[in-house]
Each structure stands twice: as C-alpha cells, then as structure tokens.
C-alpha cells in the first residue's frame, strides 16, 4: 500500500527530475493543487509546469522524429519488459530517458531531438500503456512505434531510412553512369 509519505516523495522526486505538473497529479493521484504547491516549492515559483500534453501522433510528424520516439520507446520496452504495456513505472521511465539522451547523443545527433524533455517520454509511455501507440518489431532493428493516427508511413523508420538513402545512393549512380556514357 502506497502511504502519503510515500506519495509526496516521489511527486517531489518526478518534480525535481522536471515532470510538470498534470504528469505528476496523473501518476501520484494527488491534486493539482497539492502539486502546484509542492512545485512552487522545489523550484521556487512553479510557473511552466502545468498546461494540456501532448499526443504522441504529434511527435510522429517525420520519419525522422518516429526514428528519435522508437528509440525511447525501444529502450523502455526494452528496460520495463511487458509490464509497461499494463502501467508506467516512474523509475523505468526515468532511467530509459536517461538512457535515450546517451544513446541519441552518440547515435542520433544529426537528427533533430522530439523528446525535448521528460514529459514527452512520459506521453509515449501513456499512450503504449493506452493502446494509442504500439510497439511493433523488426527482424533487423527490433522494437518500433506505431502511434495512432500517424501522418508518416507505417513499418519500421529505419528500414524506412535505409531504402530512401539506397535509393538516393542507387540514383545518384545511375545518373553519374548515364552522363559517364553520354560523354565517353
């Protein structure tokens, strides 16, 4: 059984990692104002962290931004196992974040960052536990998201990815052979 001690602590902790303030009344089940108030007082005034969340489809804009969100979403699922597809734990998804800013600065820092911050990561693990986004996999890359009503093509992004700069690559050949021929 969760105790109020326990509930304030980790509203304070989700807080000082910089959850704001809707997140943390829907994961503790306080209220908004207990929340309001405690933020107030971690970071001194409490302003910017209240406000509606975004959907994940809204993140999903590019096939590059569904590269940068499937990575999280990979390295949750990958972290939390099938528990998190029933319910968000707070820690996995904390540590899974961390873990993406590493990898993403090491892999992916050509491509423009979606996860801003936390509370994005939190999104994409509200709605995989909502069933309005799913991970799908791929024989060559693993874990993908799929999010409901996705602009961008559906299947995995960096297949996706691979087939464009192939094309580009396979293009880019034919067309240098063919003025190759015409000269020569």
């Known amino acids: 059984m969760i105790t109020s001690y326990d509930r304030n602590a980790q509203a304070?902790?989700?807080?000082?990692v910089g959850f704001r303030v809707p997140v943390v009344v829907a994961e503790t089940g306080m209220t908004a104002l207990k929340v309001r108030r405690m933020a107030r007082d971690v970071d001194g005034d409490g302003r910017g962290r209240s406000?509606?969340?975004?959907a994940a489809y809204t993140m999903a804009a590019s096939s590059s931004a569904l590269m940068d969100i499937s990575l999280f979403a990979a390295l949750y699922r990958s972290m939390g196992g099938e528990?998190?597809?029933?319910?968000?734990?707070?820690?996995?998804?904390?540590s899974a974040y961390n873990l993406y800013l590493e990898v993403r600065e090491s892999h992916l820092s050509h491509v423009k960052p979606v996860l801003t911050d936390i509370n994005r990561a939190w999104v994409i693990a509200r709605d995989i536990r909502s069933d309005l986004a799913w991970l799908e996999t791929c024989e060559v890359d693993g874990y993908h998201l799929t999010v409901n009503e996705q602009r961008t093509p559906l299947g995995c992004p960096w297949c996706q990815c691979r087939r464009a700069s192939s094309r580009k690559r396979s293009k880019g050949t034919t067309e240098t052979a063919a003025r190759l021929s015409r000269e020569g």
């Open 12 to 16: 304070v902790r989700m807080l000082r």
């Open 51 to 54: 406000g509606s969340m975004p």
């Open 83 to 94: 528990a998190v597809l029933r319910s968000i734990d707070i820690e996995i998804l904390i």
